[in-house]
């Protein structure tokens, strides 16, 4: 039951736009459309930021969009700010009532 | 509003046992499955267990698989984690989240999140 992969760090610029993303297989992400991410600030709970690939919870900013393709889902920032900078984590239903998170990603904020 | 809060955590030995406990509050308990998820000190996070709505359900984690129990109570609207032969593997920030719902996100989603409880698992 190995998590899902993302790369351990992303940085940006002030109101650049990146990128995170997370790699799975069949069985998970390219099985279901059933994918969210989370934002984790030090010391904090993590957040839904967004669920079933692309859809956001209210009260989460326009700036944070999420897609798929295949087995692999990316979670977009634009116009990056500083209150970005946080761990994100995707995860998936792996059907049969069992979840998988990925390994994180650090954003950092120039 | 809204709240999970999470107790029971602390330093154990070894083999021996714990039970983490889930109050919530602000919404109706026994209308959602519940999940589990750890975090290890400087780690990722790791889902852990989940429990349907009614308890009928439950799944663990392969790492957990036959040393966790996940239970609820309904009359109380708390959740429950029984661990069992912890070894340090297990240290962990433990956090319980609750299923989104159509209204909001969704059923697969970790919607609330409590602000977690630290298990030591050391000699």
């Known amino acids: 039951q190995s998590a899902l992969t993302q790369p351990a760090s992303v940085s940006g610029s002030p109101g650049q736009s990146i990128t995170i993303s997370c790699t799975g297989t069949s069985s998970d992400i390219g099985g279901y459309n059933y994918v969210s991410w989370y934002q984790q600030h030090p010391g904090k709970a993590p957040k839904l930021m967004i669920f079933d690939v692309s859809n956001r919870p209210s009260g989460v900013s326009d700036r944070f969009s999420g897609s798929k393709s295949g087995n692999t889902a990316s979670l977009t920032i634009s116009g990056l700010q500083a209150e970005d900078e946080a761990d994100y984590y995707c995860s998936s239903y792996r059907g049969s009532y069992t979840y998988v998170f990925g390994t994180g990603t650090k954003v950092t904020v120039l | 509003q809204v709240q999970l809060v999470e107790s029971g955590g602390g330093v154990v030995q070894p083999g021996r046992s714990l039970r983490l406990s889930c109050a919530a509050s602000?919404?109706?308990?026994?209308?959602?499955?519940m999940r589990w998820v750890r975090q290890a000190p400087g780690k990722g996070l790791e889902w852990v267990a989940i429990i349907s709505y009614d308890g009928s359900n439950q799944n663990y984690a392969g790492s957990v698989k036959g040393r966790f129990t996940v239970s609820r109570d309904n009359s109380k609207d708390t959740l429950y984690l029984q661990m069992n032969s912890l070894s340090a593997e297990d240290t962990a920030v433990y956090y319980c989240a609750r299923e989104g719902s159509p209204g909001s996100s969704s059923w697969y989603a970790f919607e609330i999140w409590g602000q977690g409880t630290m298990v030591t698992v050391s000699s």
């Open positions: 602000g919404f109706t308990f026994s209308g959602y499955s």
